[in-house]
């Protein structure tokens, strides 16, 4: 057994990550767990294919960034499939969940989450087949790191990316004044009405960050491994058990329950065999649900 | 003739439908219990009664070629215990918990039929299930109409059992647990164990009901129960209106007949190379539906009554 098993965990363990803050974010603040999260994903990976293909026509094949596999055309279209993304999780938000929400039945909410996670992968289906789609065909060299431990350059930049976003989100969260609200409302809904708080801007703030992240995510898995339809809802296991891990409301916890998952998968594909891999996530949950089901960060719900 | 053998078919696997819609009314229409991996009980009920009726198989373990009824039983027994477990992990926290799990047994479960060749067949899925009236299987009329009577006799069963158990006093508590759980708390219920054993139970219809499904049609296989599976079902129990027994068997008549007749449109009117992406927007339009239904009519047709 090589020490490989860590650089891939630490790249999926990125990708549950970020989508774990998505989840852990609607699940503490508007507090149901979406099951159209990873949809989500898929969608700003679609999104940013289709603006990357839009620029690619319109200004021809642009060199890459040196070792990289990819250059601006792909920044340009992941940052506005991150605006896109935040605004379908809005859209969403508008025309099914916030009605739902204000009958009070958050368990209602969930289901129709589920319904629309049905019907937006089925609809990435139609549109685009599903049949895989790439960002770029080039192969990589990976270089070794030591320790038996080899790397690309994709892969490091992506890690640093990841590195960026959740250190931003985490200042987000902590520092400035949109973040002290959405922890007051996920803390006490009603207190955090009294002392004058816009919820609505909470609840869109929520959304466009959780959707954006989704979208780097998915455009991750897209850059790493493929894109398709289903890639989002196939991730939908770990991401729900990365933020229950790292206890519903704690974004250093997502963050760290999907470090602790990817890496476990990882290992269990070096293991056991990469048919299993899905199950681990699931092992995890079971015992995280068993042994503390706040998780490692998590606070007691009041 | 065929349009009689092909009706009979029709009713036959709308009332397997019913079955699992009737299990998954007695968990979220009486007792509030979100089940979101429904489709991995009916597969670890149908894989239980297969692996035990099947004739030897050199291939993999199983094929004890024991008698069908045994093969039920115990695939209620199965299912029924895993979704205990799976209960007694999630049901003293909250209700989303439940639902994440239930998810991920859905997702095992079909890890396990895909990898597990030596026990399930792996992808390939398990052939020869015996047939409870395979004696007829040269007819097919006769053999129809022979599996929608057994058909019929076994949903109706249930869904009396099910009415009495509603009305029993476990049924009470239970509906009690559902509508103010403090109060039924404060009456010395104990609200973890009566959810589990509801649980339980409505895993083991749905193990029963992938049992029967498994025996009519002599085969199964990994892809009869994808998320799609659990998706049709939660669509038949909403459309009928969660609570209402009658209205799970309603709803799944409904649903079903829009879903097969659908695709049949669909497969008589889309040229042969739009077809995937065609029946990809069958599923979008009956997650549409889904969602019109809960904000529109949450009740769904039958629904609603609240004692």
Redesign the interface.
């Known amino acids: 057994m090589t020490l490989q098993f860590l650089v891939d965990g630490l790249l999926s363990g990125s990708m549950i990550g970020l989508g774990a803050i998505g989840v852990t974010l609607t699940y503490s603040i508007l507090r149901f767990s979406n099951f159209s999260h990873g949809d989500l994903m898929a969608w700003g990976t679609y999104a940013t294919l289709v603006i990357f293909s839009g620029i690619t026509a319109l200004f021809g094949k642009v060199a890459p960034f040196a070792p990289l596999s990819f250059g601006w055309p792909l920044l340009i279209a992941l940052a506005a499939s991150m605006l896109v993304t935040g605004g379908l999780a809005l859209l969403l938000d508008r025309v099914l969940f916030a009605r739902l929400r204000a009958r009070g039945q958050m368990i209602i909410v969930v289901m129709a989450s589920f319904g629309a996670s049905m019907a937006l992968r089925s609809l990435l289906e139609f549109l685009f087949s599903s049949r895989p789609d790439y960002f770029s065909r080039a192969i990589q060299i990976a270089m070794p790191v030591g320790l038996g431990m080899r790397i690309t350059p994709d892969q490091i930049a992506l890690l640093a990316l990841t590195l960026l976003l959740v250190v931003a989100v985490h200042l987000l969260m902590t520092h400035s004044q949109i973040g002290r609200e959405m922890r007051a409302v996920s803390q006490n809904l009603a207190l955090a009405k009294v002392v004058g708080i816009d919820v609505d801007r909470v609840v869109r703030f929520t959304w466009m960050i959780g959707g954006a992240l989704a979208c780097v995510a998915g455009v991750m898995i897209g850059i790493l491994v493929q894109i398709r339809p289903l890639m989002g809802f196939d991730m939908l296991l770990p991401v729900f058990a990365a933020a229950i891990l790292g206890g519903i409301g704690s974004i250093p916890g997502a963050v760290l329950g999907g470090l602790i998952i990817g890496i476990s998968e990882a290992a269990a594909v070096q293991i056991i065999g990469a048919e299993w891999r899905a199950a681990v996530a699931f092992l995890i949950l079971m015992a995280v649900l068993f042994v503390r089901p706040i998780g490692l960060f998590g606070v007691r719900e009041r | 003739m065929e349009i009689l053998t092909y009706a009979a078919f029709f009713l036959t696997t709308a009332l397997i439908f019913a079955m699992i819609t009737l299990g998954l009314n007695l968990q979220w229409g009486l007792t ?1 219990l ?1 089940n ?1 991996g429904l489709a991995g009980f009916v597969a670890i009920g149908a894989y239980t009664s297969a692996i035990l009726t099947t004739p030897d198989d050199p291939a993999r373990i199983g094929g004890f070629d024991m008698p069908i009824i045994i093969g039920w039983l115990a695939a209620m027994l199965m299912a029924g215990a895993v979704a205990a477990v799976v209960g007694a ?2 049901l ?6 439940l ?3 239930t ?3 859905a ?2 479960v079909q ?1 396990v039929a ?2 597990a060749e030596s026990l399930t067949g792996g992808p390939f899925g398990m052939g020869f299930i015996p047939r409870p009236m395979g004696s007829l299987a040269e007819q097919p009329l006769a053999f129809n109409l022979a599996n929608l009577a057994f058909a019929c006799g076994i949903t109706l069963l249930l869904y009396l059992a099910l009415e009495h158990l509603a009305q029993s006093p476990w049924g009470r508590v239970l509906k009690a647990l559902r509508e103010d759980e403090k109060a039924a708390a404060a009456l010395g219920k104990s609200v973890r164990f009566f959810r589990i054993q509801a649980f339980a139970v409505g895993g083991a219809i749905m193990g029963l009901a992938g049992a029967v499904q498994a025996h009519f049609i002599g085969f199964i296989a990994p892809e009869n129960y994808l ?2 599976l659990t ?1 049709q079902i ?2 038949m129990l ?1 459309v009928g209106g969660s609570g209402s027994n009658r209205g799970a068997v309603l709803g799944a008549l409904i649903v079903w007949g829009i879903w097969a007749g659908s695709g049949t449109l669909v497969s008589a009117l889309v040229p042969a190379d739009y077809q ?3 029946a ?5 339009a ?3 539906m ?2 019109v239904i ?2 529109v009519r ?1 009740s769904g047709l039958l629904g609603g009554k609240r004692s």
Do not use: M
């Open positions: 509030g979100f979101v992990a999630t003293r926290l909250k209700s989303d918990y639902a994440i799990t998810f991920g047994v997702v095992v890890l895909l990898n998320p799609t998706f939660w669509t909403i995937a992406r065609a990809a927007l069958q599923i979008v009956i997650g549409v889904l969602c809960l904000l949450p």
